[in-house]
């Protein structure tokens, strides 16, 4: 007999370090948009690892170019080529109507390494005195969990505690062009934005402020960075969510689904001259850039571009949302998002959104609670319109207890 989700959940706690508060659930194997738990009961996944599974759990053509690299080649590191890294990197940098990409491991570390790019590009093409450069990065944000990053980060709980903190990073509000324009000043080398605020809760800015932030970049030289390492591959309902606006950044971190939820794997994308300021021994990873991450990324981009993601989140998206709308009681406040990127503000009144997530969990269905009152719901993009119908079904009944 199996054992209990209890025994998982208690094993857990007593070995690994508490950083998170899943909801409590074990899962023991996964198809698509399904998850099973440890006693075989079926859930949909509204969360896909943060957008890591857009293109659903364990994909076959993922699946097999995973397997078929691990029985050649799984790590060289950079010390010498292998065959595998070109290719990607080629790929990725097509998709992107980029010239050059830099591939790392996890998100935090794209970020990281977009943030030196930009500070040395600043120092020796834009003429940025020395240890002088600064990066302008919205309030809310989420870029990841590094002593950096966190350090202009506004969510008490991503920094309390992890101090000092490195110089060199203004905050701004979130979608306020005049606040942009305002902080630029002449040793501003970048302006760090994500599309859409994911972690802070599928926050959809004006229709405009891609296009107005890149027009206000261009004219102060200021490289403008998209974090589309949750918006970008397809999520959105364009591959890239700058995509919406024709916004296109000098520089573009992403991760997630760059790994097909098969592996870790994150790149910066930008243009030859940006990426240029990158010489040997300057920046690297041991498992960047590796065989297994290069074939398992070249997959997941394909399945993206040949089961065309982005229509589907597109109109996928479009359903979700009126049928949100159409089961929204008067418990709800706003309902909001882009693609398959969507999220319910529930009233104060209504309780927490983790009261409601824990009950979805048990009518099958496990969304992400976000930010106290935020329901945030992001499936596979490989969801079909009668799964989304088993998803509102369920909602429904939730919203109305
Ligand atoms: C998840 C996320 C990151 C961090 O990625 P990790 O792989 O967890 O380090 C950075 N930026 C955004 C926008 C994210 O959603």
């Not at 940025?128 to 966190?150: L, M, Q, S, W």
């Not at 599928?202 to 890149?214: I, Q, T």
């Not at 509102?392 to 109305?400: S, Y």
Request: proline share 4%; net charge positive.
């Amino acid at each position: 007999m199996g054992k209990s989700p209890k025994y998982y959940i208690d094993m857990e706690n007593m070995y690994t370090a508490h950083g998170y508060h899943p909801i409590p659930v074990v899962i023991s194997r996964a198809k698509g948009v399904w998850v099973w738990d440890v006693n075989g009961k079926k859930y949909l996944d509204c969360l896909s690892a943060y957008s890591a599974v857009n293109q659903g759990h364990r994909h076959p053509r993922i699946m097999k170019a995973m397997k078929d690299q691990a029985a050649k080649l799984t790590l060289t590191s950079r010390a010498f080529h292998n065959d595998q890294l070109g290719a990607f990197m080629k790929k990725l940098c097509r998709l992107a109507k980029m010239e050059m990409a830099l591939p790392m491991n996890t998100g935090a570390e794209a970020v990281e390494t977009a943030i030196k790019i930009a500070r040395k590009w600043g120092y020796e093409k834009k003429g940025v005195p020395k240890n002088k450069a600064r990066i302008i990065a919205c309030r809310e944000n989420f870029h990841g969990r590094t002593t950096t990053i966190v350090g202009f980060s506004t969510d008490p709980d991503a920094n309390t505690g992890f101090g000092p903190f490195g110089p060199g990073f203004t905050v701004i509000p979130y979608d306020d062009v005049a606040a942009l324009s305002k902080t630029i000043t002449k040793n501003t080398v970048a302006f760090l934005v994500e599309p859409i605020q994911g972690e802070a809760g599928v926050n959809v800015p004006s229709d405009g402020y891609l296009k107005a932030v890149r027009k206000i970049c261009t004219e102060h030289n200021v490289l403008l960075i998209f974090d589309e390492i949750q918006t970008g591959l397809c999520r959105t309902g364009k591959m890239f969510a700058w995509q919406h606006e024709g916004a296109k950044p000098d520089m573009i971190t992403l991760g997630k689904a760059l790994g097909g939820g098969a592996y870790p794997i994150s790149a910066v994308v930008g243009s030859e001259e940006i990426m240029s300021v990158i010489t040997p021994g300057t920046h690297g990873s041991t498992f960047g850039g590796n065989p297994l991450a290069c074939t398992v990324g070249t997959a997941a981009l394909d399945v993206l571009i040949d089961d065309k993601l982005d229509k589907r989140a597109e109109k996928l998206g479009r359903y979700f949302r009126k049928r949100l709308g159409e089961i929204a009681n008067e418990k709800v406040l706003e309902i909001r998002g882009k693609g398959l990127l969507n999220a319910i503000e529930l009233k104060k009144k209504a309780g927490t959104a983790r009261e409601y997530t824990e009950k979805l969990m048990k009518l099958g269905v496990l969304a992400k609670d976000t930010h106290g009152q935020t329901i945030r719901f992001a499936p596979p993009l490989v969801i079909t319109k009668k799964q989304i119908d088993w998803i509102m079904a369920r909602v429904e009944k939730v919203l109305a207890t």
